[in-house]
């Protein structure tokens, strides 16, 4: 069966809510919502990726998916078998649900490794390395994710999903992440329980320690629930937007690279192999000689410090 990706329809109407949302926020209160050479290299990077994924991302997922759905799910008399021994999955509507829970989880994953794997995170940071939060923000993506994305969800066809099926769930899954880069969407009320919303999106671009690292979920919170990632938006926060660590441009090409270019130098800083190896694959701000720290040992600090400060309290 064949099935068309819904980010084929789902680029222009992208164009367009921000195209929208930029002359809302100009005519109304918001006028520092959107920042012109912000959003230029936004667009430049979103239709970098836009060119790109047709030709790299879509084609070797659909290449690398259809071969391991083959391999796992061969054709016995006629009918296609798992390994296992059952039959690989059709396209009833309760295995498009199941194929949507999965493609979240797999998205969780990948997405939380981005930012748990420095050398991820260099492909990754470009969409957070805007100051600003904003559907423009929302098509600012990296072009190197596409290397490794479909990775994390080979287990899909793998266990019988059809190649098809999870490529339409993975655009479906583009189609929500997009819209969540909103300020002007509210807190949802019991939708809150179940989704990830505007206002936990919000606390994960934040740059903020208390927030950083949280909220990884593609439409689902569930996973950060259990998993520990989730933070929902505490409004007497006052958010800030970006990394700790910015690029200090608007070049695209700046953008995309800065992360290696510094991975790079800090792999230098020690003849040491195994701390080289974690400048490239450990967490983010990890140095050998504790010069610089992880969001781990950042917020380990700040609470020994809340602890610190609150016993003091108590003895006076």
């Given at each position: 069966m064949d099935f068309t990706n819904p980010l084929v329809y789902g680029v222009p109407c992208f164009l367009a809510f921000i195209a929208l949302e930029l002359t809302y926020s100009k005519t109304h209160d918001n006028k520092d919502l959107y920042d012109w050479k912000d959003l230029g290299s936004s667009l430049s990077l979103g239709v970098g990726s836009a060119i790109l994924a047709p030709l790299l991302k879509t084609i070797s997922a659909i290449v690398l998916f259809t071969f391991v759905y083959n391999v796992f799910n061969p054709e016995v008399n006629g009918v296609r078998t798992n390994i296992m021994g059952y039959t690989s999955f059709g396209y009833a509507w309760y295995v498009w649900l199941l194929c949507m829970l999965a493609d979240d989880f797999s998205y969780y994953w990948f997405h939380r490794q981005n930012h748990k794997v420095r050398f991820f995170w260099a492909a990754h940071v470009v969409h957070h390395s805007s100051d600003n939060f904003n559907l423009g923000t929302a098509v600012r993506n990296g072009w190197f994710t596409i290397f490794y994305k479909p990775l994390f969800y080979m287990w899909m066809p793998a266990i019988g999903f059809p190649p098809e099926m999870v490529i339409v769930c993975l655009g479906i899954e583009a189609l929500w992440q997009f819209q969540l880069h909103s300020t002007y969407v509210p807190k949802l009320g019991p939708l809150e329980?179940?989704?990830?919303?505007?206002?936990?999106?919000?606390?994960?671009?934040?740059?903020?320690?208390?927030?950083?690292?949280?909220?990884?979920?593609?439409?689902?919170?569930?996973?950060?629930?259990?998993?520990?990632?989730?933070?929902?938006?505490?409004?007497?926060?006052?958010?800030?937007?970006?990394?700790?660590?910015?690029?200090?441009?608007?070049?695209?090409?700046?953008?995309?690279?800065?992360?290696?270019?510094?991975?790079?130098?800090?792999?230098?800083?020690?003849?040491?192999?195994?701390?080289?190896?974690?400048?490239?694959?450990?967490?983010?701000?990890?140095?050998?000689?504790?010069?610089?720290?992880?969001?781990?040992?950042?917020?380990?600090?700040?609470?020994?410090?809340?602890?610190?400060?609150?016993?003091?309290?108590?003895?006076?």
């Open positions: 329980w179940v989704f990830n919303t505007h206002t936990m999106h919000q606390v994960h671009h934040a740059k903020n320690i208390e927030y950083m690292d949280m909220n990884h979920g593609g439409f689902l919170n569930c996973f950060d629930k259990l998993f520990g990632t989730w933070k929902p938006l505490d409004e007497s926060i006052d958010i800030e937007y970006g990394v700790t660590k910015p690029p200090n441009s608007y070049n695209p090409f700046i953008i995309l690279t800065h992360e290696y270019k510094d991975i790079w130098k800090d792999m230098k800083r020690s003849k040491n192999w195994r701390h080289k190896f974690m400048y490239a694959f450990g967490p983010p701000g990890w140095s050998h000689d504790g010069s610089t720290l992880t969001i781990k040992q950042y917020k380990k600090m700040l609470q020994e410090e809340k602890l610190q400060t609150e016993e003091l309290k108590k003895a006076s």
